[in-house]
């Protein structure tokens, strides 16, 4: 079953409008997660490390300020997309691993498609 | 990490063994071959992941030649369900992976 549960699976929203996205660990607590985001045809690209009780580090390019990652528990991370626009219409994943040993495999939760009209 | 270099694009006719490889040739003592796929629409999911020593689960089997140049991922009896895109990915752990454009494998009937 599924060890990493994204929700939602799909959003709409208007641009201009904040959407947020959650990222829940199952069973078992992270301490840090990463956010993906993938265009249609393209690869996943990784945006941020999401760190527990601390500011999550993001990947060059990708604008802080807009894109609000909250890290407040160790099963729960959060993605706001703030002031949606088209161009943020995309596919963002999240995922973890097991915590305790780096080299164990990261789970990745089933996305969220967000469409900004 | 070290570069990783895989075919485009597969197929497989269902029932036979589909079998992926994937080049690293300037991998180095300490990273790990780990392969993913993404089924479309979905996240990815972890296949299999080894050091030097071939591993086998019960999804697929990984042959890591003895140079570690070069690996090949095994799914023995592919099934429609196995149609995806496959990622192999060189790292010493798994923080911050970076994906490629991997092999879209597709299983005929």
């Known amino acids: 079953g599924a060890v990493v549960s994204q929700h939602p699976s799909r959003v709409i929203c208007k641009s201009g409008t904040s959407v947020k996205i959650e990222c829940r660990s199952l069973?078992?607590?992270?301490?840090?997660m990463f956010w993906y985001r993938q265009f249609p045809k393209q690869s996943l690209m990784l945006m941020a490390t999401?760190?527990?009780?601390?500011?999550?580090?993001?990947e060059q390019g990708v604008e802080k300020d807009k894109f609000l990652i909250n890290h407040a528990s160790l099963t729960l991370s959060t993605l706001t997309v703030t002031s949606a626009h088209p161009e943020d219409s995309s596919f963002y994943i999240c995922?973890?691993?097991?915590?305790?040993?780096?080299?164990?495999?990261?789970?990745f939760g089933n996305g969220t498609r967000l469409t900004v009209t | 990490d070290a570069k990783t270099t895989q075919p485009p694009s597969m197929d497989c006719a269902e029932g036979r063994a589909a079998n992926l490889p994937c080049n690293h040739s300037?991998?180095?003592?300490?990273?790990?071959v780990y392969w993913y796929r993404q089924i479309h629409s979905q996240g990815p999911q972890y296949i299999i992941h080894?050091?030097?020593n071939n591993e086998t689960n019960e999804m697929a089997s990984l042959i890591i030649t003895e140079d570690r140049k070069s690996s090949t991922l095994i799914l023995p009896h592919a099934t429609l369900r196995d149609t995806a895109v496959y990622y192999c990915i060189v790292r010493v752990n798994n923080e911050k992976l970076t994906f490629g454009t991997g092999t879209r494998l597709t299983i005929i009937p």
């Open positions: 995922s973890a691993r097991f915590p305790g040993v780096v080299t164990s495999p990261l789970h």
């Open positions: 999401s760190n527990e009780g601390s500011k999550a580090t993001y």
């Open positions: 300037t991998i180095s003592g300490n990273e790990y």
């Open positions: 069973d078992f607590q992270a301490t840090t």
């Open positions: 080894g050091l030097k």
